[in-house]
């Protein structure tokens, strides 16, 4: 069996289709919610759906669950907590504002890559931080109050589903020894512990499935999720992660360029300002992580 690397372009073109897809998800998972699958009952589902059908796969991961049990159930609470309040903030929020707010991410992860991995903060990613800092303060800002703060609960949803795959990235680069499938499967798994425990804990409305809307959310999870992580796996595995980082950004534009065509959702020009200063920060983020 040959094992040479594969074409450059690959990687690529399958890290840009699945930052694509992620800037685009929103658009189904509404029209779910239209049809009465809430966020926390729409999430439970179509990660359930990734998670099983990936156990043909991935079950044998699961032994190294007791191995590193501390680090892959702190990952799942992450990424779990990262992927719930994500798809409620999409369904709540104004889309790009959701997603600039998220791209915060690099911010937080530069910080705790100083606090718990003891990483150098190169005078780049200072200025990084600053940038992405300042690009928040502008959305953030509430002239009627005179104040920075989170304009609703959509909001705070992207902050902390920001902060927490920041996190979540942090626990990855520092448990090495796992393997991919484990992280994975803690990652599902997370999920659909996090959004199982606020069903006990709120006890939201049970949704009443309609045929549509159940066999809409598990193609969702077979053909959205599971191809959104194959896609961006094998991206970032073949790539460079400054190189990853910045094509990411991609999810931005195709979340801009599907708001613009598919609502009627209004960007103010501070916000744009600000957000332009988020992506600034978030590319020399990844700048600064390849030096």
């Excluded at 991961?61 to 309040?85: D, K, Q, S």
Aim: contains cysteine; hydrophobic residues 60%; charged residues 10%.
């Amino acid at each position: 069996m040959s094992t040479n690397p594969p074409p450059r372009l690959y990687p690529v073109l399958s890290l840009v289709v699945g930052a694509c897809l992620w800037g685009v998800i929103w658009y189904p998972m509404r029209r779910l919610e239209a049809l009465g699958l809430s966020g926390i009952w729409l999430a439970l589902i179509i990660y359930a759906t990734a998670l099983v059908a990936s156990l043909p796969r991935t079950y044998t991961a699961f032994a190294e669950f007791r191995r590193y049990p501390g680090a892959l159930a702190l990952l799942m609470v992450a990424a779990g907590w990262t992927n719930v309040a994500f798809v409620e903030a999409v369904l709540e929020g104004n889309i790009l504002r959701v997603l600039l707010l998220f791209y915060l991410a690099p911010l937080w992860a530069t910080l705790m890559g100083r606090l718990v991995l003891r990483e150098r903060i190169s005078h780049l990613a200072l200025l990084s931080l600053g940038l992405a800092m300042g690009g928040a303060l502008a959305m953030l800002w509430d002239p009627r109050l005179g104040a920075f703060l989170p304009r609703g609960r959509a909001d705070w949803l992207a902050l902390s589903s920001g902060f927490a795959f920041a996190l979540s990235n942090v626990i990855v680069r520092k448990m090495q020894q796992a393997s991919l499938a484990a992280k994975v499967c803690a990652v599902w798994s997370g999920v659909v512990v996090v959004a199982a425990a606020m069903i006990a804990l709120f006890a939201p409305p049970v949704p009443s499935l309609t045929g549509a809307a159940l066999s809409g959310a598990v193609a969702l999870g077979l053909f959205g999720i599971m191809a959104m992580t194959v896609l961006v796996q094998y991206g970032v595995t073949h790539m460079p992660v400054h190189r990853s980082a910045v094509i990411a950004l991609v999810e931005i534009v195709a979340g801009a360029a599907s708001q613009q065509l598919l609502t009627d959702e209004i960007v103010t020009a501070r916000e744009w300002a600000g957000g332009a200063l988020i992506i600034v920060g978030a590319y020399l983020a990844a700048r600064a992580s390849a030096r």
